[in-house]
């Protein structure tokens, strides 16, 4: 019989609120291993960027006296997240599935910084580059795989600008940071962490977390100067998960690394769970272009830090998980099949947190159809939504802009497309013919969201009538975003036109677009008055930033009368 497609098929929580999110609550944990069981994921994940610091303090450099004494809840907190990992190790090992921790390097606990000052080199500056930290990365894995000895290994984002300390972000001054070479030091932490994992026989994961094609070559190539056994992690769009970005060009050009490939279930750059759309297709296509190229694993996140109780189980985007386990077992599974199996298990209710979700509600087979089509109609008006002819337009909160610079910013330098695909900034160049294409894509998106509640028969579903309500708000809720999604694009895309040109036309079409969107935040602030929806629907209409946007692009077209 044939194997698997992927020997490596992983499932990931991701949480940087320490303790609040699916990752260390029972409840949530059980019901993912069982979806792992039954859609045969064998590698679950734990990521968190400091979670190295949350599971161990060296004992070389804090003393469990010391740490008692004078960091007693903070040295609880550690001892407890051991505890849990232990269990949850414990938990997938009888199932099957490793386990592994996913981490942002180099990272410290703040107390680092009383009990050895000398890492602060100017100005009171850590110091990304201070031989101390090669000896405490050590120090800090050794002790994790000795407490943690049914661990499976370690993923890490080594030198990301997310992690506290990085080379990349240059923020110490000193000579010695001026002059290292950034080949060098990437080395050292991949070293670092390399060689007590090896010696304990535990994998370590680099990933590729690059925000340009040069970091990027950095990291990949500083784990073939360590050792071949290193895998390597690489998202399967570059920079982020962009659906609509091209193939991350570093797949298959690893040398002889063992490769794994990332993706985001939840989508959070489409929406954020909040938003129901399929990548299933996407999904099968990038799949088999990385089993071309030699890939051997692939992984889902499946919730994001940034939102707490959310994450794929209670959203429609399940069904992107379910395409997840079942393709990277077999890229060819017909789509069909997946969406059955995915509906079979049951629908949750997006208006409800996750904590507080019933079991999800079975779809009968003669509905199933209308969800594929409702899926996927969606998943084609979130690109013309949410993306400007294929440049995200939001930045990875799916809040509006506040400014006009922020909102060119995350389509220009942020994403940096240019880097992969060059020349592709023209296509949102302010000229003439670019604005009326810009505006013409989102109003097709408004349209094609209106359309949705067709599309899906919503009213005619066998449905309990409150799970029916629920989604009726909800496409309701769905429809007022993407009009405020043009509005704010009006005002950018007008505002930057009418500076370009300061021709009075195209001066009073940004006033007028101005003006509309200051009107759109009205109704939007009438819309959710007195409502109790979860906290990140109030997020996604944050009237701080569409009050500001408004007020810039107002300004900014005034002052060239």
């Known amino acids: 019989m044939k194997g698997p497609d992927f020997a490596v098929r992983g499932f990931e929580f991701c949480d940087h609120s320490r303790f609040q999110t699916g990752m260390w609550r029972g409840k949530m944990l059980d019901r993912a291993l069982a979806l792992m069981r039954q859609l045969d994921f064998n590698t679950l994940i734990f990521h968190q960027n400091d979670l190295s610091d949350w599971v ?46 996913e981490v942002k390097e180099m990272s410290f606990p703040e107390e680092l910084l009383e009990v050895h000052p000398e890492v602060m080199v100017v100005k009171g500056t850590p110091c990304p580059t201070h031989p101390f930290w090669w000896d405490f990365i050590r120090a800090k894995y050794r002790e994790i795989v000795e407490d943690l000895p049914g661990l499976g290994g370690v993923i890490v984002s080594a030198g990301t600008r997310e992690s506290k300390l990085s080379l990349a972000v240059h923020a110490c001054p000193c000579e010695r940071c001026r002059n290292y070479a950034p080949s060098d030091w990437y080395v050292n932490i991949v070293r670092a962490i390399h060689e007590p994992l090896q010696a304990r026989g535990k994998t370590l994961v680099v990933r590729d977390f690059a925000y340009d094609r040069s970091e990027q070559n950095l990291v990949v190539d500083a784990c073939s100067r360590v050792s071949e056994r290193i895998v390597v992690a690489l998202k399967n769009t570059p920079h982020d998960f962009y659906p609509p970005f091209p193939d991350n060009p570093r797949i298959g050009t690893v040398g002889r690394h063992p490769q794994w490939i990332e993706f985001d279930a939840w989508c959070q750059f489409s929406g954020m769970g909040f938003i129901p759309v399929s990548v299933a297709g996407d999904i099968q296509r990038r799949l088999r272009h990385a089993r071309a190229l030699g890939a051997i694993g692939a992984m889902w996140r499946v919730d994001l830090e940034l939102i707490s109780d959310a994450s794929v189980f209670n959203s429609l985007n399940l069904v992107n998980v379910f395409a997840a386990g079942i393709l990277a077992r077999n890229v060819d599974e017909p789509l069909d099949n997946i969406y059955d199996a995915w509906l079979a298990y049951g629908i949750a209710d997006h208006l409800k947190p996750e904590s507080e979700q019933p079991p999800p509600c079975p779809i009968v087979p003669a509905e199933r159809g209308r969800f594929r089509r409702f899926m996927e109609a969606s998943w084609n008006a979130v690109v013309k939504s949410l993306y400007v002819r294929g440049f995200i337009f939001t930045d990875g909160t799916c809040q509006f802009p506040f400014s006009v610079d922020h909102a060119f910013f995350v389509m220009l330098t942020f994403q940096g497309r240019d880097d992969w695909e060059p020349g592709a900034s023209r296509r949102i160049a302010p000229t003439a013919e670019n604005v009326e294409a810009v505006l013409r894509e989102k109003h097709e998106a408004e349209a094609e969201v209106a359309a949705l509640p067709g599309v899906l028969g919503l009213e005619t579903l066998t449905l309990p009538e ?72 109030y997020w996604y209409f944050d009237l701080g930033y569409l009050r500001r946007l408004a007020a810039d692009a107002q300004a900014k077209a005034a002052a060239l009368t």
């Not at 303090?57 to 903070?74: E, G, K, T």
Request: hydrophobic share 40%; aromatic share 12%.
């Open 466 to 537: 409150n799970l029916r309500a629920s989604y009726r708000q909800l496409l309701s809720l769905y429809q007022l975003y993407v009009r405020g999604l043009t509005r704010c694009c009006a005002a950018c895309f007008r505002t930057r036109r009418a500076q370009v040109t300061r021709a009075p036309a195209d001066v009073d079409a940004a006033l007028r677009a101005a003006a509309e969107l200051a009107a759109y935040g009205d109704e939007v602030e009438r819309r959710l008055q007195g409502t109790y929806y979860p906290h990140y629907v």
């Open 56 to 101: 161990s303090r060296p004992r070389a450099y804090f003393p469990p006296a010391l740490s008692r004494a004078r960091w007693p809840v903070r040295y609880a907190n550690v001892e407890n997240g051991k505890s849990h990992l232990r269990e949850v190790i414990r938990k997938a090992g009888e199932q099957g599935a490793q386990f592994f921790l």
